[in-house]
T-cell receptor, first 115, second 114 residues
Framework: AQSVAQPEDQVNVAEGNPLTVKCTYS??????LFWYVQYPNRGLQFLLKYITGDNLVKGSYGFEAEFNKSQTSFHLKKPSALVSDSALYFCAVRDGSGATNKLIFGTGTLLAVQP | DTAVSQTPKYLVTQMGNDKSIKCEQNLGHDTMYWYKQDSKKFLKIMFSYNNKELIINETVPNRFSPKSPDKAHLNLHINSLELGDSAVYFC?????WGGGSIYTFGSGTRLTVV
């Protein structure tokens, strides 16, 4: 069965510092990996995805994520955090083998950027 | 133009009532979904339709019944509402149900059962 874990409920970072939000996954086939962001009282918005190819994926708002197959990780990063980045971030995985077409979300990580 | 719109945005109702949540997308997508987000922000898929056909039906009580009159609409009807049904329900759509499809979410319906 596919699953995704976000080990940190909350990440605190000062504005201007680099940020990392962690994600690890488990699938039986090749993983399709996604990051979504949720601002208060809003729906989720797509940030970036990894399907195949370059392990470093660039997305919206200056975010990027690195796919690491050996560590089964897909951590979200940004070189310099902004206060406006404060939101709830979800990692999600889909099994690329086609065994299931469900997109499974992690439990979310609240990013708090202090001015 | 709102890509995925849900109505109502807020719904407060008594236990035992029947209610519906409507969802419409104007993106021309083939696939639509219902997700439930609980008080701990955990997101769980409930249903998925592709071109009006049910393709995912998770283990949800049969009090929940989705209906897709056409591929632009996916409504959720809930019978005999219970306190535990209180949550935020999100509708989403994607171009197709391929593995790399990007989901577009609505802004959610906050259901409170009292």
């Amino acid at each position: 069965a596919q699953s995704v874990a976000q080990p940190e409920d909350q990440v605190n970072v000062a504005e201007g510092n680099p940020l990392t939000v962690k994600c690890t996954y488990s699938v039986s086939g090749n993983p399709y990996l996604f990051w979504y962001v949720q601002y208060p009282n809003r729906g989720l918005q797509f940030l970036l995805k990894y399907i195949t190819g370059d392990n470093l994926v660039k997305g919206s708002y200056g975010f990027e994520a690195e796919f690491n197959k050996s560590q089964t990780s897909f951590h979200l990063k940004k070189p310099s955090a902004l206060v406006s980045d404060s939101a709830l971030y979800f990692c999600a995985v889909r099994d690329g083998s086609g065994a299931t077409n469900k997109l499974i979300f992690g439990t979310g990580t609240l990013l708090a950027v202090q001015p | 133009d709102t890509a995925v719109s849900q109505t109502p945005k807020y719904l407060v109702t008594q236990m035992g009532n029947d209610k519906s949540i409507k969802c419409e997308q104007n993106l021309g997508h083939d696939t639509m979904y219902w997700y439930k987000q609980d008080s701990k922000k955990f997101l769980k898929i409930m249903f998925s339709y592709n071109n009006k056909e049910l393709i995912i039906n998770e283990t949800v009580p049969n009090r929940f019944s989705p209906k897709s009159p056409d591929k632009a609409h996916l409504n959720l009807h809930i019978n005999s509402l219970e306190l535990g049904d209180s949550a935020v329900y999100f509708c989403a759509s994607s171009q197709d149900w391929g593995g790399g499809s990007i989901y577009t979410f609505g802004s959610g319906t906050r259901l409170t059962v009292v």
